[in-house]
């Protein structure tokens, strides 16, 4: 089932995940299974997707985390906007992100 | 604006670099969960009885895996290889296991695969190891497979659980061990290696076998009887001889070079190490000399790596016959010496290791890097002679 994802959803990191820095690297390790395309996969974040990762804290609205990227980067309200609901789309689709 | 296809990235581990900064002081750890084995195979460096209960008792309690575990994930740590004995056998290996994955390492399993049963095949499925579990098989037949374990029992408990993995298509390989009791299935095995369907080239063989980590005169006997003569393991390793004579020039343009008096050339204790079923950090798996190894219960692995190893490392050579011959002998790379080898042969870190010496030679032959009754270290112009494989 398709989850609709708009600016006034709020979303928290899945338990499923676990999020390490290991020297200055951005790594996501799934821990349960179905989040790759294979068993072995793990993944890292661009900037701008490390930014919103540490702005999804279960309780601001997109629009909120959007409001606070437009601090850190360049680019118009709706292209922030954009690309922010593109990225939760994106974690979505891999659930590493729930829906609150 | 970041301008991007994807948001996440996918990342290949086995392709580095993935550090963009430098490596992180510690990348990979092996974890020796038990010494102990379910099987007994005739020509293992390491196992001792499922039962021995002395070993047991001094193995590490399970809180105290999870402190290393912690501090390795804390020093960057992003796999942990839990190995053996069999791993397996421990009974807080779910716990551990899952404790590694939920404080975000990558778990790679050395198994028999003896012990895996459905209720683990659904664990590995549901939170999958993030790397490809290691499955040595001993033999195609009850007979063969069972000459080299001496456990009634042991082949069908294996077949069991590779076909779990299979039914719950959790990603595995298979390596084989070259005995005499399963040397004549090499073919059988392979082509059945090949049908996995994460087999991605052929199986890999343990055959010029090492002798006890722990440094035992009896069994090292039956060890040593059972290693393939030089030739014969030449011969298996041209098998596929274009193959072999490819990846060689490839390794001898890059590795093969006198070292001089330096014991440790490899990355022993660099970025890595391996602790053993006690709590002994050693700088690699195979090296257990009393002055290289690191008692974690009086220290850290963060003062190891960065105090205890790099000293290790600056060991050199003494002994008058490796630094006439090891020193000097380009072969170095093509032949197994290493401090390791060492002290389990001769219980120093600086004899030469005849067999590995006549291996190495016996490939070099055979490439044309030496002629049939030189020894290379004897050889001036070996890097001419590199040169002239290479390029042929």
């Excluded at chain 1, 951005?26 to 395309?37: A, D, K, V, Y």
């Excluded at chain 1, 919103?52 to 601001?60: N, S, T, Y």
């Excluded at chain 2, 990558?106 to 895996?116: D, H, P």
């Excluded at chain 2, 600086?350 to 016996?362: G, K, L, M, N, R």
Aim: with cysteine; aromatic share 10%.
């Amino acid at each position: 089932m398709k989850t609709k994802v708009d600016l006034n959803s709020v979303f928290g990191l899945s338990e499923d995940v676990v999020a390490r820095d290991i020297h200055g690297e951005f790594i996501i390790i799934p821990i349960t299974s179905g989040m790759g395309e294979s068993d072995d996969d793990i993944f890292s974040l661009n900037e701008f997707g490390r930014a919103i990762w540490d702005k999804l804290d279960g309780k601001r609205r997109l629009t909120e985390v959007a409001r606070a990227l437009s601090l850190e980067f360049e680019g118009t309200k709706t292209e922030i906007e954009s690309d922010c609901l593109g990225f939760i789309k994106e974690l979505l689709k891999r659930k590493m992100v729930v829906r609150l | 604006m970041m301008q991007t296809d994807s948001f996440v990235e996918k990342l290949s581990t086995n392709k580095y670099p993935i550090w963009k900064n430098g490596k992180p002081l510690l990348g990979q750890l092996d974890m020796e969960l038990a010494e102990r084995c379910n099987n007994n195979c005739i020509h293992c460096c390491i196992n001792l009885p499922k039962d021995d209960l002395e070993a047991q008792k001094r193995e590490l309690a399970t809180g105290k895996i999870k402190n290393i575990l912690r501090e390795a994930v804390s020093l960057g740590c992003l796999s942990v290889r839990f190995t053996g004995g069999e791993p397996l056998l421990r009974a807080d290996f779910e716990e551990l296991y899952v404790f590694a994955r939920k404080i975000g390492l990558k778990v790679l399993i050395f198994t028999n695969a003896t012990l895996i049963t459905k209720h683990l095949a659904d664990l590995f499925s549901h939170i999958p190891p993030l790397e490809k579990i290691e499955i040595t098989v001993y033999g195609m037949k009850r007979d063969s497979y069972e000459a080299v374990t001496r456990m009634p029992g042991s082949f069908e408990a294996s077949w069991r659980g590779i076909s779990l993995m299979l039914e719950k298509k959790i990603p595995f390989i298979v390596k084989g061990a070259l005995l005499p009791a399963n040397r004549m299935e090499m073919d059988e095995f392979e082509e059945w290696a090949a049908k996995i369907p994460w087999m991605d080239e052929l199986p890999s063989y343990s055959m010029f076998f090492d002798l006890r980590c722990r440094r035992d005169e009896d069994k090292n006997k039956c060890i040593k009887s059972l290693r393939l003569s030089p030739e014969e393991g030449l011969r298996i390793l041209t098998r596929r001889k274009e193959k072999y004579i490819r990846e060689m020039k490839d390794f001898c343009s890059k590795f093969m070079h006198p070292l001089g008096d330096r014991l440790f050339p490899c990355g022993s204790g660099l970025g890595g190490g391996c602790v053993d079923a006690y709590g002994n950090f050693q700088s690699c798996m195979m090296l257990r000399h009393p002055d290289t190894v690191y008692d974690l219960g009086n220290g850290s692995l963060k003062d190891a790596l960065e105090n205890f190893f790099p000293k290790v490392r600056e060991i050199k050579a003494v002994n008058s016959d490796y630094l006439n011959r090891c020193a000097r002998c380009f072969l170095k790379g093509l032949c197994e010496q290493c401090p390791a080898k060492s002290w389990v042969e001769h219980g120093s870190l600086d004899t030469p290791v005849e067999y590995f010496c006549e291996i190495a030679h016996s490939q070099a032959r055979f490439l044309g890097l030496i002629n049939e009754k030189e020894k290379a270290w004897q050889v001036e112009d070996w890097k001419a002679r590199i040169r002239n494989f290479v390029g042929n």
